[in-house]
């Protein structure tokens, strides 16, 4: 027989994800990354630095991502909708592991404004669920729109021979696509384009400081 979680089981486990998301340990990919196996590219330093910061961008977006799927997990009204931001999370631990890794081979580290990052989307996305599941599903979908953008963009910034960190941000954005169209199907608000042009000004804010620090 299953136990009922107490408040406090979900307190304690709300903040285990916290400090697994931020302290880079912990987490556990479901899938292997799609860089394994593949051999490293010769980058040199002022490539290597590039695709660093790019993957740190990368990384620090999936730690906003986890927050803000925690964020309206908590608030959601329906079960479904709760179901369906976990398992979305779920795919998004996966891509945290994946730009962890590769950070890693590329002798860097995650940005240290992430636990700021991480703060901001969490009540965002609480914000957002507490509205109503039609306003966070849609969040969702305006958010991962923002994502695929970004990460087209950095696909094209890569240096051709770096297969690992192209064959990352591939599926990245395969899965990315699939979570904001599975959002709009689940009855989402297709946001207007006021509020996407905002929820831009915000990601390159994040985008511009995470590729430096």
Sequence with gaps: MTRRLTPLDKLISEADTVMRTLSSRGNTAGRPSPARGHSESDLDEA????????MR????GEVCAQALYQGQALTAKLPTVRDEMREAAAEEVDHLVWCEERLRQ???RPSVLNPAWYGLSFAIGALAGAVGDAVSLGFVAATEERVCAHLKDHLRQLPEDDRRSRLILQQMLEDEERHGENALAAGG?????????????LSQVMTRSSYYV
Excluded: G
């Design 189 to 201: 608000q297709d946001f207007p384009r006021p509020v996407k042009n905002a929820m831009t000004a």
């Design 106 to 108: 590329l002798n860097s």
């Design 47 to 54: 490539s290597q630095k590039h695709v660093a910061a790019l």
């Design 57 to 60: 961008v990368n990384h620090t």
